[in-house]
């Protein structure tokens, strides 16, 4: 057989889940909530996107503060970021020590109702989410609070028949939907568009998200 299926234009996603994750977050949750029931003082002043009832957005520099409980998430997550991008660019042990990390990290309590509408992150190059909490899924509402992405090719479907419409992943046409369990790390590039769906628990979806772009030190 001289046939071959590539493909050419790939998304790169990346997963990893922490190890010590239940330890982790029963330090984190009470943490978030607190902060957020400070209100003003820990809310984003200036939200990119308009603030849908249900969901609190802070302010950008999460990963700024001295908490252990932070900064261990924090090297989990930069750990994570750094491996995939030392191996989607072949980066060598050299360059990942010049390798420069700037970012916004924030965190989002979503409580009944709560959504974030279909948006991507313009200047920065990776971003991610972190689970905290996934907080409840009703029974009958099984894409409660998913993060969906959206496929970046806008033509795949304009056109489909027998001969394209059950194409397996990665051609598939479509969304990719992340049902998160705690604990859960998700990295995709910046220009992926994505939402969360509306969450109908009725207690409280916890995350924790960041955009980054980079730059190489002597450069």
Known sequence: MTLQISPMFAVPMAQDTHPEADALNARIKPLLLAREAEGARYANPNPSLKQQAGVFES????????????QQLRHFCWTALGRTIQDLNGYGAEEMQRLQIFSHTWFHVTRHGGFTIMHTHPMASWSGVYCVDPGETPADREESGVLRFHSPHHYSNYFTDAGNMRQRPPYHHGTWSIRFKAGQLVLFPSWLQHEVLPFYGNDERITIAFNCWFGMKDA
Do not use: K, S
């Open 59 to 70: 302010d950008f520099n999460l990963f700024a503060w001295p908490d252990e409980c932070i």
